[in-house]
């Protein structure tokens, strides 16, 4: 399977590591929407939100606590995170992650 994510996950292609364990990948996004844009990701491919499973849900509980750890190590008390689904919602890269952007205001409803 030739997925980019998976890829930056086994450290084949190069990218800023915000954060790694056995299940969990984080790491700057290369173009940043704040201040602060990370992503976390699960090492295991997961297409997107909707894939998930009974199966495989675990791992997305464990983004969010790496997700808690992270920004609380940047200091960082307001953030937004963001999971885009399918290509109406913007996703562009189909390997489950989680935007975390942070830094400036933040509108509602998103675009
Ligand atoms: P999506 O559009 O699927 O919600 O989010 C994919 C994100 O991955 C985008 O914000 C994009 O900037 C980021 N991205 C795409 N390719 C790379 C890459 O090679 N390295 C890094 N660090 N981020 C990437
Ligand atoms: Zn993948």
Request: aromatic share 10%.
């Amino acid at each position: 399977m030739d997925c980019l994510f998976c890829a930056i996950s086994r450290g084949e292609i190069p990218s800023k590591k915000v954060y790694e364990d056995e299940l969990v990948y984080g790491f700057y996004d290369i173009d940043p929407q704040a201040p602060t844009h990370f992503l976390v990701i699960p090492k295991a491919h997961i297409e997107s939100a909707g894939a998930v499973t009974a199966e495989n849900s675990a791992v997305v509980a464990h983004c969010f606590e790496v997700i808690a750890k992270v920004t609380k190590e940047l200091g960082i008390t307001d953030f937004r995170v963001v999971s885009n689904c399918g290509e109406q919602a913007g996703q562009s890269v189909k390997h489950l992650h989680f935007h975390v952007l942070a830094g400036r205001d933040m509108t509602w409803p998103p675009g």
